[in-house]
């Protein structure tokens, strides 16, 4: 059964931020004590309590902050590196149990996608997160602009949210083709061929 998230890290999340998973177990970091871990969709949460754990203080990375992670997976217990964006030493999390660093794993992995690009998140199969901000664009891909919860053909509003579904407008692009004739043979070839394709003479 898994551990309860505490009190003092539920004050600490954001309005539209959900724990994923909460680890309770001492990791070794070389500047600070970490008794926990929290993986929530917007970001990897150290918590370390000091002063004889009478006080709490957090340390959290964003996933726009985190280029990758790898999982090295022993026997028993695996450990996991991030490797950061802004350089400087990844972030390793040592000998946490096989299913829980796998758990962990996956769900940076998936929150990683989620915060590139959309057309990358699509492409794997994971609804992108909405930019604070940012305007809402047409779900083309069939996923709410909202709170990214896949849509279905023809959906008007989001079964999640309640959100109503943008409708996409077809965009036609017109684009002038302009054609270069051989003078040996009178193969027609492309304006930015700068030899014909089928003699080979120079254009």
């Known amino acids: 059964m898994p551990e309860p998230t505490p009190d003092d890290l539920k004050q ?18 070389p500047k600070i004590s970490i008794d ?18 009478l006080k709490k203080d957090y340390t959290d990375y964003n996933y726009q902050d985190i280029s990758n992670v790898v999982m090295a997976k022993g026997v028993l217990r695996s450990n996991l590196k991030f490797t950061l964006r802004l350089g400087g030493e990844p972030l390793a999390l040592d000998s946490i149990p096989n299913d829980e660093a796998q758990k962990a794993y996956g769900l940076v992995r998936e929150n990683l996608v989620r915060f590139q690009t959309p057309f990358t998140a699509r492409a ?24 990214g919860a896949p849509l279905a053909e023809g959906q008007k509003f989001c079964g999640k949210c309640g959100a109503e579904v943008a409708q996409a407008n077809p965009t036609v692009i017109e684009r002038e083709v302009v054609k270069v004739k051989c003078r040996y043979c009178g193969f027609l070839n492309d304006a930015t061929d700068s030899a014909c394709k089928s003699c080979g003479a120079k254009l």
């Open 36 to 53: 926990s871990v929290v993986i929530t969709n917007e970001r990897v949460i150290l918590r370390h309590p000091h002063a004889l754990g």
């Open 12 to 29: 600490i999340l954001g309005p539209n931020e959900e724990v994923q998973l909460y680890l309770k177990q001492k990791i070794y970091h």
């Open 124 to 147: 794997a199969g994971v609804p992108p997160v909405s930019q604070a901000g940012t305007p809402p664009a047409a779900s083309a891909a069939g996923y709410c602009n909202k709170c």
